[in-house]
């Protein structure tokens, strides 16, 4: 009854919401790239720049939000450890075999001749968030780094698309690690977004090819 309708309202509204956000979200993304590329036009190719200014000069905007931050940051902090075992305990121990490397310091006693057990490894503990949100980290700069080395030898419309496309890929493996289903609204999407991609690439190959044909003929 009352409560069904005031959450499917809800519901609506966060829907809206989010796919609000998530346009404006575009329409600045594609603004961005057109800046990009009159500014490569003008200025020549230098991505690096670029990615170094964009981000440096956009954490000012950070700053009201940094006691959030540090809320989120104890509570990775309240992880589980994981265990990294970093080198022999004995190397750290006190006494003269501190400084005395032997290999049978570093290789299992069932790889070599001695009958010694294996020594103990010393480990430092990291809480598991906080390993996560390193390794997401360096996936978030392999992959910007990518879009701007892209943005400097293509135009921003393929850039665009690409990360269009990239988008609904990543979506598709969640959807299968997860086991999430695949609403009817998000094939159509996919379909519209692989189907633009395509006709991008076919006409951008076609173009290419007159223009090496007219070259040549020249």
């Known amino acids: 009854g009352k409560f069904s309708s005031s959450s499917s309202e809800t519901s609506t509204t966060s829907f809206v919401t989010g796919l609000g956000i998530l346009f404006v979200a575009q329409v600045l993304s594609a603004l961005m790239g057109l800046y990009t590329q009159s500014t490569y036009a003008l200025y020549g190719p230098h991505w690096n720049e670029n990615l170094f200014y964009s981000h440096f000069l956009s954490l000012p905007l950070f700053v009201p939000f940094l006691p959030s931050f540090l809320t989120q940051y104890r509570r990775l902090l309240a992880a589980p450890a994981l265990e990294v075992p970093i080198a022999p305990r004995e190397l750290f121990s006190p006494g003269p075999q501190r400084s005395i490397l032997r290999m049978s310091n570093f290789v299992p006693a069932s790889l070599t001749c001695s009958e010694k057990p294996v020594q103990s490894l010393l480990k430092i503990r990291i809480p598991i968030h906080l390993v996560s949100l390193l390794l997401n980290s360096l996936t978030q700069y392999a992959c910007i780094r990518g879009v701007n080395l892209l943005g400097a030898r293509t135009s921003a419309l393929g850039v665009t698309i ?47 090819k007159k223009l090496i044909k007219a070259i040549r003929t020249v």
């Open 162 to 208: 690409v990360l269009n496309v990239r988008k609904l890929i990543s979506l598709f493996v969640s959807i299968y690690l997860f086991g999430n289903d695949l609403p009817l609204g998000v094939m159509l999407g996919a379909a519209v977004v692989f189907t633009g991609g395509g006709i991008y690439a076919w006409e951008g190959s076609r173009r290419q």
